[in-house]
């Protein structure tokens, strides 16, 4: 039988090999399922809501499944040992899919980035995320998938000094990592970032009015410099979490989705009209297909 790890080390050797001989990657249409910020919790009936959600996925029989994040909920000025039975509530849901599964960091996955008077806890609060999810240096990480390239990106950064603690920025080293990354892939090979701090969002113009900025702990601040990275590749997709809102913006020829909640409001119902839910992505030309669907769960999260 093969491993997770041996199947995700042998797509990217072959599309290595690919690269290096000068060959065109010709991809073959992708259908898979995106979620994001699953808040997982032993609590609010969420370990029920999981298995609805799961059971979903496996009768779409996608190819792969794609994580934006928040992972688990209330990491960030919590600890370790506080967070346990969290991610086993959330590592029983993802080995209950069918298939490959690859996830990116939520501020909730940064387990003791905080003190609650903002100064630093743990040295290394992606240490809890990487374990989990079985990486070994970074929080970031690219695979070969199904004919295309995916990104996925770290993109909540500890700060001190502002409210929430954290904005969403790639900083340097990570900028650079994505460029030597990107020597890798064929020009042609179409490209899916994952990233749960937005890139491109109406959220807060469509909330707050048409003149409201975003504050930093809610965007990329240099979401557009990321993108640029991309000027000599086929990026087509950029998934994105963090707003717990089901929304699709198209600028140009790429296309940025933000997908919604699994926990909805925070498994406190619909937030802004976006009920908890999951989405499928078919990567249909020249623009990808997004449909979102809810599992009809009735919320028992009070206040």
């Not at 797509?11 to 991809?27: I, N």
């Amino acid at each position: 039988m093969i491993t997770r790890r041996e199947w995700i080390t042998g797509l990217g050797a072959s599309a290595l090999l690919l690269s290096l001989q000068g060959c065109e990657t010709k991809a073959k249409p992708a259908r898979f399922v995106y979620i994001t910020d699953l808040h997982s919790i032993n609590d609010w009936g969420c370990p029920d809501a999981l298995t609805l959600v799961s059971d979903r996925i496996n009768r779409l029989n996608p190819e792969f499944v794609l994580i934006g994040g928040d992972l688990v909920h209330g990491g960030f000025r919590s600890t370790p040992e506080a967070m346990e039975p969290h991610w086993q509530v959330v590592l029983k849901f993802l080995k209950s899919l069918n298939v490959p599964w690859f996830a990116a960091p939520g501020n909730h996955d940064l387990v003791g980035a905080q003190h609650p008077d903002f100064s630093t806890n743990l040295p290394d609060p992606r240490q809890s995320f990487r374990d989990k999810m079985g990486l070994t240096q970074t929080a970031y990480h690219s695979h070969d998938i199904a004919g295309h390239h995916v990104i996925l990106l770290d993109s909540v950064q500890p700060v001190a000094g502002n409210k929430w603690g954290y904005e969403g920025r790639i900083p340097d080293e990570q900028m650079q990592w994505i460029r030597n990354d990107l020597r890798n892939v064929h020009p042609h090979t179409p490209i899916i970032v994952v990233t749960h701090m937005p890139i491109l969002s109406g959220y807060y113009q469509t909330v707050l009015g048409s003149t409201t900025a975003p504050p930093p702990s809610l965007t990329l601040v240099n979401g557009m410099d990321v993108i640029r990275l991309f000027d000599k590749h086929n990026l087509q997709l950029v998934l994105q979490g963090h707003l717990h809102v089901d929304e699709m913006i198209r600028w140009r020829n790429l296309t940025f989705i933000t997908g919604g909640a699994v926990s909805g409001k925070w498994w406190g119902g619909p937030n802004h009209g976006t009920p908890e839910g999951y989405g499928l992505v078919t990567m249909t030309s020249p623009h990808p297909d997004w449909d979102y669907r809810t599992y009809d769960w009735k919320a028992q999260r009070q206040g």
